[in-house]
């Protein structure tokens, strides 16, 4: 069974970088592609960005040119390094795999806070 366990979230200013890390372990054959989304209080939890198992990537517009997502598969990681951070970015940031056969697992979630 696979578990993803999310690290690196905290409070920053405007303007400031984080950088989110998702580590996975257990079975990690099948997967298909990793995630980032985010859900910001009272709305509904949105994507940020996705990379495939082929390394392509796709984000939000609202992040374009500020958020980069990554991997490592050495470590079994995907990061989300998140530069020119900006109240409106303030959520909990969930990780997320999706396999092949069609199922999804997430992970529990960090804080992001950006303060003005």
């Known amino acids: 069974q696979v578990q993803l366990v999310e690290s690196g979230g905290g409070l920053v200013q405007t303007g400031g970088s984080l950088r989110l890390s998702c580590a996975t372990s257990?079975?990690?054959?099948?997967?298909?592609?990793m995630g980032w989304y985010r859900q910001a209080t009272g709305k509904q939890r949105e994507l940020v960005a996705a990379?495939?198992?082929?390394?392509?990537?796709n984000y939000a517009d609202s992040v374009k040119g500020r958020f980069t997502i990554s991997r490592d598969n050495a470590k079994n990681t995907v990061y989300l390094q998140m530069n020119s951070l900006k109240p409106e970015d303030t959520a909990v940031y969930y990780c997320?795999?999706?396999?092949?056969?069609?199922?999804?697992?997430w992970g529990q979630g960090t804080r992001v806070t950006v303060s003005s």
């Open positions: 990379i495939t198992s082929g390394g392509s990537t």
């Open positions: 257990g079975s990690i054959f099948g997967i298909k592609a």
């Open positions: 997320k795999a999706d396999f092949s056969g069609g199922h999804e697992v």
